[in-house]
């Protein structure tokens, strides 16, 4: 039996949080690869921006991942393929479980609505971690899509002749710098988010390392 049924029947037969599996073990264990392959991916990106901005700016050499623009793309393809792989198989161990099913649908434009205003006036409640609200639903749906487009678009910059209808498909290699880009800065909102999240509610925090 596994730990998502356990959680589930737990929640049913009326025990309390403290005793159910909020977090199965496979999800704990791939969101914090998850977690590090993204953060090496973001830094050694910005090294790699420095290299040819997109904008009038650039990210302090502090904050970046390989040193030089060499360097940065070693980085950039081992948490690729860290990130790539362990990614799969988290979307499908998610649909073949049933985990997706179940924590992220239904969503509705007035559920977000109306769970966005209890979040801004501080009044959403965390009682239940095992039941994701609406906004919750809508980021982490977001954040899957984001995901998909960050990898496209990174392929086609990657191999824009192997992939080059891919890269047609974005509007040419120039335009997929921007997508990639943007995806990049849309994860990293959603990090912020995410990290504020896990401070204002610790007991989220302690459910993705133990598991309750």
């Given amino acids: 039996m596994s730990s998502t049924t356990i959680s589930d029947q737990a929640g049913a037969t009326g025990v309390g949080t403290a005793a159910r599996v909020i977090q199965p073990a496979w999800v704990r264990i791939m969101h914090w690869i998850n977690a590090a392959a993204m953060i090496a991916m973001i830094l050694s990106g ?5 290299a040819s901005p997109l904008f ?18 070693l980085w950039h393809f081992a948490a690729m ?38 979040a801004i006036s501080f009044r959403l409640s965390h009682a239940d971690l095992s039941v994701y609200n609406y906004v919750q639903r809508l980021l982490y749906v977001g954040i899957l899509l984001v995901g998909v487009l960050i990898v496209l678009s990174g392929l086609s910059m990657w191999k824009p002749v192997q992939f080059q209808a891919l890269t047609a498909l974005f509007g040419g290699y120039d335009t997929a710098r921007y997508v990639h880009f943007g995806s990049m800065t ?15 509610v610790p007991k989220s925090l302690r459910a993705m390392i133990i598991g309750r």
Avoid: E
């Fill in 56 to 73: 009038d700016f650039q990210f302090q050499r502090n904050i970046t991942l390989g040193g030089w623009l060499g360097g940065g793309l």
């Fill in 81 to 118: 393929w860290v990130l790539v792989i362990n990614g799969m198989l988290y979307v499908v161990l998610g649909f073949a479980t049933g985990r997706f099913r179940r924590k992220l649908w239904p969503i509705s434009p007035r559920g977000v609505l109306t769970d966005l205003g209890k």
């Fill in 46 to 50: 910005w090294q790699i921006y420095n």
């Fill in 186 to 200: 849309a994860i990293c909102a959603f990090l912020i988010v995410h990290i504020l999240l896990a401070l204002l």
